[in-house]
């Protein structure tokens, strides 16, 4: 019956959805990951490059790196950085999020991924914070998607894996970047962490 449901969720873009179907859309979004990954897992060793690229087109419509790497960058270096600048990190950033983000996921099985509830902070309703519970060898993992409805479709902004905020880190890891190269934004997106085929 669920899958039935979800067959029936992809035939309807996700800004036709109702609020009550967010939940619904993140379990599509789900669905279709996990069957990403158990198609290509194979990749993962062989080819990491070819599956990131799957990886970023089967959850494209629910995360926008762009958006992301903003905030990893923050508000005031964000608005100081030129266009290239920021499409530059962006391209290298997307790659640590994707690489994270699978990890994650290919540790644990669709059935086990629980939509736990969502609320909208401050009663904002173009936010929501949306609480999962993973089982995994018998211990329970808290998932937590921070989410913004962007041109009426909600995209997911910020990403906690068992109390670890992973955005904080890649903010904090940009920001001693930045300093460490005497305040240059350059030298804090060309020192990024690179993937593992171009990193040398």
């Given at each position: 019956?669920?899958?039935?449901?979800l067959?029936l969720?992809?035939?309807t873009?996700?800004s036709?959805?109702?609020?009550?179907?967010?939940n619904?859309?993140?379990?599509?979004?789900?669905?279709?990951?996990?069957?990403?990954?158990?198609?290509n897992?194979d990749?993962?060793?062989?080819d990491n490059?070819?599956f990131?690229?799957?990886?970023?087109l089967?959850?494209?419509?629910?995360?926008d790196?762009m958006?992301?790497?903003?905030?990893?960058?923050?508000?005031?270096?964000?608005?100081?950085?030129?266009?290239a600048?920021?499409?530059?990190?962006n391209?290298?950033?997307?790659n640590?999020?994707f690489e994270s983000y699978?990890?994650?996921?290919k540790?644990?099985?669709?059935?086990?991924?629980?939509?736990?509830?969502?609320?909208h902070?401050?009663?904002?309703?173009?936010?929501?914070?949306?609480?999962?519970k993973v089982?995994?060898?018998?211990r329970?993992?808290?998932f937590?998607?921070?989410?913004?409805?962007?041109?009426?479709?909600w995209?997911i902004?910020?990403?906690?894996?068992?109390?670890?905020?992973?955005i904080?880190?890649?903010?904090?890891?940009?920001?001693?970047?930045?300093?460490?190269?005497?305040?240059?934004?350059?030298?804090?997106?060309?020192?990024?962490?690179?993937?593992?085929e171009?990193n040398?």
């Open positions: 019956m669920r899958k039935f449901f067959i969720l992809f035939l873009p996700p036709l959805l109702s609020e009550n179907d967010l619904a859309l993140l379990d599509q979004q789900h669905y279709k990951l996990f069957d990403y990954i158990n198609k897992e990749l993962i060793d062989s490059k070819s990131i690229n799957g990886f970023e089967t959850i494209k419509e629910i995360i790196p958006e992301i790497s903003k905030r990893v960058m923050g508000k005031k270096i964000h608005d100081e950085a030129t266009e600048q920021r499409d530059n990190f391209e290298r950033f997307k640590t999020l699978s990890s994650a996921l540790e644990i099985n669709y059935e086990d991924l629980k939509i736990v509830s969502h609320y902070p401050k009663e904002n309703m173009n936010n929501a914070i949306v609480r999962l089982d995994l060898s018998g329970s993992i808290d937590v998607y921070k989410m913004k409805k962007i041109n009426g479709n995209k902004i910020g990403l906690i894996i068992d109390g670890i905020d992973l904080s880190i890649f903010r904090k890891q940009f920001i001693n970047l930045f300093l460490e190269g005497n305040k240059s934004i350059n030298y804090a997106i060309n020192n990024w962490d690179l993937p593992k171009t040398g």
